[in-house]
């Protein structure tokens, strides 16, 4: 099992920055990927950006594209999201996950084994 858990949320005004955590604990060894995911109220989880864990190749949705940026720190078993340029539509709460197994991370939350409980997000106007 893998544990995780997100920090580093709160209110902004649009145009703010925020640098959101997630830290891993458990059979980290496992993974193989990380992500980013978000949710609106009465809205779907949406995907936002994903890492993977030894090659560290990135990527995002076209609506953060150029304002997000997603890193880890394998040393530290930590996943960070900087969040530029915030904008009210990006409210919501955010969501760390983690996949084990060989295949390529996808977008999907299916493909995502461990969730953590959310940090939330919101940028007023």
């Known amino acids: 099992q893998v544990q995780l858990v997100e920090s580093g949320g709160g209110l902004v005004q649009a145009g703010g920055s925020l640098r959101l955590s997630c830290v891993a604990s458990?059979?980290?060894?496992?993974?193989?990927?990380m992500a980013w995911f978000r949710q609106s109220p009465g809205k779907e989880r949406q995907f936002v950006a994903y890492?993977?864990?030894?090659?560290?190749?990135?990527y995002y949705a076209d609506s953060v594209k150029g304002r997000f940026t997603i890193s880890r720190d394998n040393d530290k078993n930590t996943l960070y999201l900087q969040v530029n340029s915030l904008k009210p539509e990006d409210t919501a709460l955010y969501y760390c996950?983690?996949?084990?197994?060989?295949?390529?991370?996808?977008?999907?939350?299916?493909?995502?084994?461990?969730w953590g409980q959310g940090t939330p997000v919101t940028v007023s106007s």
């Open positions: 458990g059979r980290t060894f496992t993974m193989t990927a």
């Open positions: 890492i993977t864990w030894y090659g560290g190749s990135p």
């Open positions: 996950a983690a996949k084990s197994g060989q295949s390529w991370p996808t977008t999907q939350t299916s493909d995502y084994n461990y």
